[in-house]
């Protein structure tokens, strides 16, 4: 177990920058995942933590060793690759067992350990089989179990769940989740999904084209985002964003008046708020046709046109309209948050309404 | 029940199919089975000048021998003519041949098929150039300083020069072998406590070992059947067998010769038949490895 430290770690490819510095401090234990969308540069992090890639400037700490010029094996790290990485020639339980053999760990210890690692993630049935003939969730818990038969000082897990069902998804997601909290390794987990990042992480990153947007605890990031790129980002729906202008405390755009902005200085800003915490109202700060409603089971969603920018409100499930009926929302200046509209960072607010925003 | 999709064509079809491979086997194999049953005979039969029916019922071979089948060939070939010295530095030849190819073709393979630069593509691109010249361009290059340092006649040079003309194939074929197995398999190697080699040890080869073998093959057959490099550069003493061979057919003048290189070809031809029928299912799935998926 141990701490890790990336201090103005970067990579480029010729000219091409994959990853700009990037500043972190993860803490011993910490459950930290990377999400960002494809090609953020989110795989590339983990595998210069890994090194499997060099690292173009900066330095990575494991524990208080720099460890930099490390090849791989020398890092003490335990990976789940993407593509799971299994060795298609070894049975499955020859498969959990090189790390063990590789590392000249006592031949006594092999069977105990092997077992306990299989145990773990219900795979005692599957020992003698060959990887080919798993399915993809069974060599999924192959990798993990590969990775948790040693006790590594970090387990890097590249997007451990993209190729299984959203059945399956969820109950390794809860696997993973519970080994972490078994075994207390410090963990750096790789997903494009904001509902994994949200459930397993301590800490989130948020990534976008090889830059850092925010580092925080998933309830940080849902609550305070740090720009219009994560308000956009996280929550499904995303935050709505609507585009215009604050005069004398009070926002307006086309279709939209929100008044209790005392305080904020005049001027162009985007403005945010989430669908679930807006609700219709007879009559309110969003007033406009709809443009369409969706039903998502426990709920509706009304979309409506405002400020140039499609808008969600949540609705009761059995609300109904059809579409280009007048509807009104209920949007006050206590849910917004309020953003640069040129440099998309979050403004903010000292005299906070109250709101949502202080629960 | 399960029925191949095969049981499911129309009788038709199955019988033109069948008929087609039957000929095409027939086809393919008459030269050799012709050769296989002439090489029991005297060449006055084979080579029968009055009806070529003598030479599937023999009766020279009856009144020379008293017997319609002959092993006179075998005996004079490799027992007067030693042809089984041939037959050793074949052997020794081709032995190190394929492991000097494949030693180095693995790992110079497994290194360009990793390698994130450019100048692997052109040393693969150059390598290719060099195996698209003819075998005997470098060969006519060797012979003057082979002379003259006084290597020429020795099977070690044979050798060198036969690895060196096979070498550029081999290390194209394993490159792209290496290039199907995903990068994943050594990366996870490596953090699973490898080091670069032990992961091409450990891991990259068994999953490598029908395209190391597909790769033997190849060089085994290059080495084997090689006639312009050997027959240069190789002594008399030295011979191996494909040179040995010519030199039977090279002199008509005394009777008997060629029926001993009718028998060799034979001799030569068999193992090659066990060979691959002892590798068969290891070429079938590294000639197909880029095919599917692992
Ligand atoms: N070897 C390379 N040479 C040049 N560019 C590369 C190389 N590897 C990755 N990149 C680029 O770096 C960027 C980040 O890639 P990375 O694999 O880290 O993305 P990611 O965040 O993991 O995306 P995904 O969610 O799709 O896996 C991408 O734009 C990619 O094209
Ligand atoms: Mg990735």
């Keep these: ?359 | 029940m399960t029925t191949r999709i095969a049981d499911r064509r129309p009788a038709t079809l199955q019988i033109l199919l069948s008929g087609f491979l039957i000929l095409w086997l027939i086809v393919a194999a008459f030269p050799f089975l012709w050769t296989l049953w002439g090489s029991f005979k005297v060449e006055g039969d084979f080579f029968s000048k009055a009806d070529w029916m003598n030479a599937i019922t023999g009766p020279l071979t009856q009144a020379q021998t008293g017997s319609s089948m002959t092993g006179d060939g075998y005996y004079g070939a490799w027992v007067q003519e030693e042809f089984w010295r041939a037959a050793l530095n074949s052997l020794i030849v081709v032995v190190a041949v394929v492991c000097i190819s494949l030693t180095f073709g693995t790992l110079g393979g497994y290194a360009l098929s990793r390698s994130p630069y450019r100048y692997a593509f052109w040393l693969l691109l150059v390598a290719l150039v060099f195996r698209a010249m003819p075998p005997i361009t470098l060969v006519s290059g060797y012979l003057l300083p082979f002379f003259e340092w006084n290597l020429w006649g020795h099977l070690p040079t044979a050798i060198i020069v036969l690895v060196a003309i096979n070498q550029p194939f081999t290390l194209w074929m394993l490159t792209s072998f290496f290039r199907n197995i995903p990068k994943e398999l050594d990366e996870s190697a490596m953090v699973d406590g490898c080091s670069r080699f032990q992961a091409f040890r450990h891991v990259i080869i068994p999953v490598m070992w029908p395209g190391v073998i597909t790769t033997g093959l190849f060089s085994f057959l290059l080495a084997y059947n090689d006639f312009a490099v050997t027959a240069m550069l190789l002594s008399k003493e030295n011979q191996t067998m494909i040179p040995k061979i010519a030199s039977f057919l090279g002199t008509t003048q005394t009777a008997g010769n060629v029926m001993f290189a009718v028998s060799s070809v034979v001799s030569v031809t068999a193992p090659l038949f066990v060979l691959v029928m002892f590798f068969q299912r290891q070429i079938v799935s590294g000639l197909t490895a880029g095919a599917v998926k692992g």
């Design chain 1, 1 to 359: 177990m141990a701490r890790i430290q990336l201090r103005n770690l970067s990579k480029r490819w010729g000219s091409f920058v994959g990853l700009k510095p990037m500043n972190l401090d993860i803490n011993d234990g910490e459950f930290l995942v990377l999400l960002g969308p494809s090609g953020c540069g989110k795989t590339t992090t983990m595998r210069m933590i890994a090194g499997l890639e060099d690292a173009s400037e900066g330095d990575i700490m494991i524990g208080e060793r720099r460890v930099n010029d490390l090849e791989p094996k020398d890092r003490d790290i335990a990976m789940v690759f993407q593509s799971y990485g299994l060795y298609p020639t070894m049975t499955v339980y020859e498969n959990i067992r090189f790390p063990l053999k590789v590392r000249g760990i006592p031949q006594a210890e092999h069977h105990d350990r092997v077992m306990r690692a299989a145990a773990a993630v219900e795979l005692n049935e599957f020992l003698e089989r060959k990887p080919a003939a798993l399915s993809g969730g069974q060599r999924q818990r192959v990798a993990l179990a590969r990775a948790i038969v040693r006790k590594p000082k970090v387990f890097l897990m590249d997007e451990p769940l993209s190729n299984l069902d959203a059945k399956l998804r969820v109950s390794t997601r809860a696997q993973i989740k519970n080994l972490h909290h078994e075994l207390q390794t410090t963990t750096i987990y790789v997903t494009h999904d904001q509902i994994e990042a949200m459930t397993l992480a301590d800490r989130v990153v948020v990534m976008s084209r090889g830059e850092v947007q925010q580092i925080g605890t998933p309830l940080q990031i849902y609550d305070r985002p740090a720009n219009t790129f994560v308000a956009g980002f996280i929550g499904s729906p995303a935050m709505n964003l609507i585009a215009g202008e604050i005069r004398g405390g009070v926002f307006e755009a086309a279709n939209v008046r929100i008044p209790g902005f005392a305080g904020v200085s005049d001027g162009k800003v985007t403005l945010g708020f989430r669908a679930e915490d807006a609700g219709l109202a007879p009559a309110g700060e969003i007033a406009a046709p709809v443009y369409s409603m969706e039903l998502l089971g426990d709920s509706s969603m009304a979309t409506v046109q405002a400020g140039g920018a499609l808008v969600a409100i949540r609705a009761a499930k059995n609300f109904s309209a059809q579409i280009g009926d007048p509807i009104a929302a209920h949007v006050p200046a206590g849910i917004c948050h309020l953003f640069d509209p040129t440099t998309g960072q979050r403004i903010d607010r000292r005299t906070v309404p109250a709101g949502k925003e202080t629960a």
